[in-house]
């Protein structure tokens, strides 16, 4: 099986005063971009917004094929991604860390399998296999 995916990106003008607008093919996403909402809180995505969304809807889908391979097919998975974006002390930027929080409502099933899965599908995620930073998982299980 295989998968491709395709998103554009424009740039208008050079460094902080650029205005730029990305869009999925799909039609999903259609948003502007630019310093202002990357580091200024301005209306608009950014770079690290996406791959924190890419993240978690990865994960939690991954989580749940791990749980439905384990024979479990009623419940509730949820996510929260957050990627650190920090200086490198080189005159750039990387992506640090990208943390999960991960709570599942799962009937019949034992907090240590939940945990356990769960770390699977960190591993196995495609996403996460993509990433070269710290991935860090934090799950809450409520039965």
Known sequence: ???????????DGMGKPGK???????????????????????????PEEMIAASHAA?????????LAEAGHTDGTLECECTVTLE??????????????????TIPNLAQA?????ANKAKEGCPVSRLLNCEITLETQFEG
């Open 1 to 11: 099986m295989k998968s491709t995916n395709t998103a554009t990106a424009r740039y």
């Open 20 to 46: 730029g607008y990305v869009a999925t093919k799909s039609g999903a996403l259609d948003s502007p971009y630019g310093f202002q909402t990357r580091f200024e809180d301005g209306p608009g995505t950014n």
């Open 58 to 66: 990865c994960f939690t889908m991954a989580t749940s094929f791990q």
């Open 87 to 104: 200086d490198d002390g080189e005159g750039g930027f990387a992506i640090t860390r990208s943390a999960l929080k991960l709570t599942g």
């Open 113 to 117: 399998e939940f945990e356990d899965l």
